[in-house]
C-alpha cells in the first residue's frame, strides 16, 4: 500500500482509496507516538495546540486539534466543526455532542476515542444490532458532506470533550484560509 | 342505506352520509362504533374523537391502570393501537413487530409477526426508527415497515398474505406512516425528504397487493396524477407543467415532497386528503423556484389518484415546515352557512380552514402567538399574492443567505407541531392541539447529493422563545375564528396524540410519560399518571366488557428525543454557560410499554 504524504492543511479529496491512505497513515503516526508515554487529557493525548499550518491547528503528537484564544476565538476548524456537526450528525447525536435518547454524547465518546478511531468509525459507520437494541450508524466515507470535513468534525468534538468550547455556536473565530477554501472546493466538487 | 343526520349550529354532530355503496362499508361501519378502534386515526375524518362517555369529566380523576403490555423493543414508540371486536393490535418502532391481544381473555397474545429487516435501514431515517400504526380491512391488518415494504397480514393468524416493496431503503426511502384503508384500497406514503427521495402517495389493491396507482409530490403532470384544466389551486386551473415550471433543471427528481404523516377520507366527497413535506434539501438557495408540490395539500380522488384540488401553503420553503400532518375534517357553521371544512395545524405555525371540496381557503392564523417568519396569509382573493404567506426578511433563510446563521426564527424546524394528531370535538366545536414552542437559528449552506445518504445543507439550534421557557402548549382552537381559546403550559414540547371523548374530557401525553386528563371546556388538569416513559404516541380509547378503557404507547424518543435529551440552551447565554433548559433526559430513559387505564372496579 502506498503512503501519500500530504501537507497537513491539505484535505484528501474523495477518493476511497485515499481516504484509507490517510487513515493508514495518521492511525500509524498516532500509535508511534502514543507508545511514548503521554499525560493522556483525551483519546489522541494531551490535546494542546504546538503548531500551526494555514489557521489548521496540531497537537505534540501531529493529531488535529483546536486552538482557543483568550478572548474566547476559535480556530477555523472548530467553528467550521460546530456548523458541520449540527448539520450532519445532530439528527442522531442530538445538539452541541451531547447525545440523544439513543445515539452516545460524542463529547464523552471523544475523552477516549483516538483520531485515528475517529475517522475509521466515521468512514465505516457501525452497528450495534442485539435482542435489546438496534443501533446502526451510517457509513460516511463516501459523502461528501461529511468526508470533506473529518477534521473539522473531530477538532470541533475534541474541544467539547475537552471543555474548551461549551454548548454555544462560537461567537468569533479565525478567518478561512485560502489553503482551506481550495481543498474544500476540490473535495467537495463545487 | 342508513341515513345519518347532519344539524348545524352548537353541539352540532359531524358525521358522513353513507351514501357512497363502495365505502369500504365494513371499515366505515367499525369507525361509528364507539368501542373499537378500527383505524389510526379513529375515524376517516382523523377527529380523534369518542363518542364513550363512562370516564367523564367528574370521574376521570379516579383512573387507575388496568392492564400493561411492554412491546418488547426500546425507541420511539409512535401511534396507537387498533381494537377491531375483541382483539387489540399493538405495533412497535423498528423491526416493526406487530401482536394481536385477546381482550375478552388476559389479553394474551393470539399471534405476534416479526418481519426480517436489514438494519442498514436504521440509518437512514431520520428521526428515529419510529412507526405511527397499522390499518385493518377485509380481514387484514396492514404494516408499513421502516424498509418501506407494505405487508397484508391475515388478522386472525398474522399470516403474511402479501408483502410489496414501495421504496427503495438505499436511495433513502423508508416507512414510517399509517396505512389508510380506503374502499377496495389501502393507501400508503414514504419518507426521505432528508435523503433527496421523489415522494409519492400509493394505492395499492387489498386483494392481491396488486399497485393501482401512485401520485408522485413533484414531477411531470403525468406523474403528479394532475389535470392541466380540471385540478385547481384556490380555485383556479393549476395549469400545464404546474410542478415542473417551480423548479430548476431536474431538481424535482431529487425533490422531497415526502407523504410520512395522516390521511383523511370524505366517502360522500370520494376524496383522500393528505400533505407532502420539505423540498430536498434545506438550503433554500440551492432550489430555487416554489418548489411545488411540497407542503402542499392533496385533496384526490382515491380511485384514480387524480388531484381535485391543492394548496401549497409554504412555497419555496426555507425551514423545513413539512405540511404533512393531519387534516381534521368537520362540518360546521361559518357566517350562519353550513360548510364541508378541512382543518390542518401546518409546521409553519399556521391553523389552517379551508372548503374541503374546492379548496377554498377561508382561515389561515397563528396558533401559537410567537410565530415569526410571515405576518400572515394573503387572504385578498384579487390579489396576486392570494393565499400565499407574506415572509419577513429578517427570518428568510433564502434571504439572508447561505453561510449567515438566522437567528431567533419562529417555530423551529420541529414546527409549532409535528406529526403528532390534533383532536375535536363536535361538542365543544373545538380542536385540541399538542403544541412544540421552540424557536430557532438556522444557518443554510451548499451539500453535494448521494443516493442513499442525507441531503440536508442546514444547521440548527434550538431553544425557547426569548424570554420564555416552557417549550409546549396543549392548546383548545376555535377553527372558525382562528383563535386559541385556552393554553396549557407544557415544560416540553406535547408530542402525543390527542384524544377527545363524549364525556367532556381530553387526553394527551408529556414526554416526561404523563398521560393527562383535562376538561374538554376549561381546559382544567383532572388527572395524571406517570408511565414508564416518555410519550410520542396517540392517545386511544375503545370499550370491551361494558367498561370504557384508555390506552397510550410510552417509549421516548421520535425527534423529541433527539433534539431535547440533552436540553436546549439559551443562546445569549455566552461561552461556558451550564444549564439551560430542563433535559428530557432527567425525566425519562428509552422504555417500551402500552398502559391501559380504566374506572375503578364498583
Known amino acids: 500500500m502506498d503512503i501519500i504524504i500530504r501537507a497537513p492543511g491539505q484535505l484528501p479529496s474523495i477518493d476511497e482509496d485515499n481516504l484509507l491512505r490517510v487513515i493508514c497513515l495518521v492511525t500509524a503516526a498516532t500509535l508511534l507516538v502514543a507508545a511514548g508515554g503521554l499525560a493522556f487529557a483525551d483519546g489522541s493525548g494531551d490535546p494542546a495546540a504546538v503548531k500551526s499550518e494555514d489557521g489548521k491547528y496540531f497537537d505534540k503528537a501531529g493529531n488535529p486539534t483546536y486552538k482557543i484564544g483568550a478572548d474566547g476565538t476559535v480556530d477555523w476548524y472548530t467553528y467550521s466543526g460546530y456548523r458541520r456537526y449540527h448539520s450532519e450528525c445532530h439528527v442522531c447525536h442530538g445538539p452541541d455532542g451531547m447525545g440523544s435518547s439513543y445515539a452516545p454524547a460524542l463529547k464523552d465518546s471523544l475523552k477516549t476515542m483516538s483520531y485515528g478511531d475517529f475517522l475509521s468509525t466515521v468512514a465505516s459507520g457501525r452497528k450495534n444490532v442485539t435482542t435489546s437494541q438496534e443501533n446502526v450508524m451510517p457509513a460516511f466515507g463516501d459523502n461528501p458532506n461529511v468526508a470533506c470535513y473529518m477534521d473539522d468534525l473531530y477538532i470541533y468534538l475534541r474541544a467539547r470533550a475537552n471543555d474548551a468550547v461549551g454548548r454555544v455556536r462560537p461567537a468569533k473565530h479565525e478567518d478561512k484560509s485560502k489553503a482551506y477554501t481550495d481543498a474544500e472546493t476540490s473535495c467537495m466538487g463545487h | ?602
Open chain 2, 1 to 602: 342505506m342508513r341515513k345519518l343526520l347532519r344539524a348545524t349550529g352548537l353541539g352540532a354532530m359531524a358525521v358522513f352520509t353513507a351514501g357512497s355503496a363502495w365505502a369500504n362499508d365494513e371499515v366505515n361501519r367499525m369507525s361509528q362504533n364507539p368501542a373499537e378502534w378500527a383505524m389510526p386515526a379513529g375515524d376517516y375524518a382523523n377527529t380523534r374523537y369518542s363518542k364513550l362517555k363512562q370516564i367523564n369529566a367528574s370521574n376521570v380523576g379516579k383512573l387507575q391502570v388496568a392492564w400493561t403490555f411492554s412491546t418488547g423493543v426500546l425507541r420511539g414508540h409512535e401511534g396507537g393501537p387498533l381494537i377491531i371486536g375483541n382483539t387489540m393490535y399493538v405495533h412497535t418502532p423498528f423491526p416493526n413487530k406487530v401482536y394481536a391481544l385477546d381482550l375478552a381473555n388476559e389479553n394474551k397474545i393470539i399471534w405476534s409477526y416479526e418481519p426480517k429487516q436489514d438494519p442498514n435501514v436504521i440509518p437512514v431515517m431520520c428521526c428515529d426508527t419510529v412507526n405511527r400504526g397499522l390499518a385493518y380491512g377485509d380481514g387484514k391488518v396492514f404494516l408499513h415497515q421502516a424498509d418501506d415494504k407494505l405487508v397484508a397480514l391475515n388478522a386472525r393468524n398474522g399470516n403474511v398474505e402479501w408483502s410489496i416493496a414501495n421504496g427503495d431503503p438505499s436511495k433513502g426511502q423508508t416507512g414510517t406512516s399509517a396505512p389508510l384503508v380506503v374502499k377496495d384500497k389501502v393507501l400508503v406514503g414514504t419518507s426521505g425528504g432528508e435523503f433527496g427521495v421523489q415522494c409519492s402517495m400509493t394505492a395499492y389493491n387489498i386483494k392481491d397487493g396488486k399497485q393501482a396507482w401512485k401520485a408522485y409530490s413533484e414531477g411531470p403532470d403525468d406523474q403528479i396524477l394532475v389535470d392541466a384544466e380540471k385540478t385547481t389551486a384556490l380555485g383556479k386551473p393549476v395549469g400545464k407543467d404546474s410542478s415542473l415550471k417551480t423548479w430548476e433543471g431536474d431538481q424535482w427528481k431529487i425533490g422531497g415532497g415526502c407523504t410520512w404523516g395522516w390521511v383523511a377520507y370524505d366517502p360522500s366527497l370520494n376524496l383522500v386528503y393528505y400533505g407532502s413535506g420539505n423540498p430536498s434539501t434545506w438550503n433554500p438557495k440551492q432550489r430555487p423556484g416554489d418548489n411545488k408540490w411540497s407542503m402542499t395539500i392533496f385533496a384526490r380522488n382515491p380511485d384514480t389518484g387524480m388531484a381535485k384540488w391543492v394548496y401549497q401553503m409554504t412555497p419555496h420553503d426555507e425551514w423545513d415546515y413539512d405540511g404533512v400532518n393531519e387534516m381534521i375534517l368537520t362540518d360546521q357553521s361559518i357566517d350562519g352557512k353550513a360548510r364541508k371544512l378541512l382543518t390542518h395545524f401546518d409546521r409553519n405555525g399556521l391553523g389552517y380552514t379551508l372548503d374541503r371540496n374546492d379548496g377554498e381557503l377561508l382561515v389561515a392564523q397563528k396558533y401559537d402567538p410567537k410565530v415569526n417568519w410571515t405576518s400572515g396569509v394573503d387572504m385578498n382573493k384579487n390579489s396576486p399574492t392570494y393565499g400565499r404567506p407574506k415572509v419577513v426578511d429578517e427570518y428568510s433563510t433564502d434571504k439572508q443567505g447561505e453561510d449567515h446563521n438566522n437567528k431567533g426564527i419562529c417555530p423551529a424546524a420541529l414546527g409549532s407541531k409535528d406529526e403528532q394528531p390534533a383532536a375535536y370535538s363536535p361538542d365543544t366545536q373545538l380542536f385540541y392541539v399538542p403544541t412544540n414552542h421552540v424557536c430557532m437559528d438556522y444557518e443554510p449552506f451548499k451539500v453535494s447529493y448521494t443516493a442513499g445518504q442525507p441531503y440536508v445543507g442546514a444547521t440548527l439550534s434550538m431553544y425557547p422563545p426569548p424570554g420564555e421557557t416552557n417549550m409546549g402548549n396543549f392548546i383548545a382552537w376555535d377553527g372558525k375564528t382562528g383563535k386559541i381559546v385556552w393554553s396549557n403550559k407544557e415544560q416540553f414540547s406535547v408530542w402525543s396524540g390527542a384524544l377527545a371523548t363524549a364525556g367532556g374530557v381530553v387526553f394527551y401525553g408529556t414526554l416526561e410519560g404523563y398521560l393527562k386528563a383535562v376538561d374538554a371546556k376549561t381546559g382544567k388538569e383532572l388527572y395524571k399518571f406517570k408511565t414508564p416513559s416518555g410519550i410520542i404516541g396517540n392517545v386511544t380509547t375503545y370499550e370491551q366488557g361494558g367498561k370504557q378503557y384508555v390506552a397510550i404507547l410510552s417509549g421516548v424518543g421520535g425527534w423529541a428525543g433527539i433534539g431535547l435529551a440533552a436540553g436546549l440552551t439559551d443562546p445569549t447565554a455566552g461561552l461556558g454557560a451550564v444549564g439551560g433548559y430542563a433535559a428530557l433526559s432527567n425525566y425519562t430513559a428509552l422504555g417500551g410499554t402500552l398502559t391501559v387505564f380504566s374506572l375503578p372496579k364498583e
